[in-house]
């Protein structure tokens, strides 16, 4: 796991914290399943809704697959509750860009119909 992972994990979390909170939800932060011992990067309730949010970079997810699909497991036994798992990576670095579609591609093709 790269050292800024963790960072970037807490940094999302209290992102997503906030705009659930913006929202009207209820949220805590590192909580405990009902009924279990897994824990949980973040849960919003808001009415009868449940949402339990475990936040990953590619990088911890491989070494965390198995949490991940326990935790997902245990959510869905809670009625009403719901699993969104959220991958955060870095930021590309300035002047990288993306690969350019292949030629004959269906987004090359649009982007020539449409330069006309």
Do not use: W
């Amino acid at each position: 796991m790269s050292k800024g992972a963790p960072e970037r994990e807490h940094r999302r979390v209290l992102q997503l914290a906030r705009e659930y909170r913006s929202k009207g939800y209820q949220v805590a932060c590192e909580e405990v399943l009902p009924y279990s011992d897994l824990r949980a990067d973040l849960i919003a309730r808001k009415d009868d809704e449940v949402i339990v949010i475990e936040v990953k970079t590619s990088a911890s997810l491989a070494s965390a697959k198995n949490d991940v699909v326990r935790l997902a497991s245990q959510v869905a036994k809670i009625p009403g509750a719901r699993f969104d798992l959220v991958l955060t990576n870095p930021r590309k670095a300035a002047g990288h860009r993306e690969a350019s579609p292949k030629s004959g591609s269906k987004a090359e093709h649009n982007k020539m119909n449409h330069s006309k």
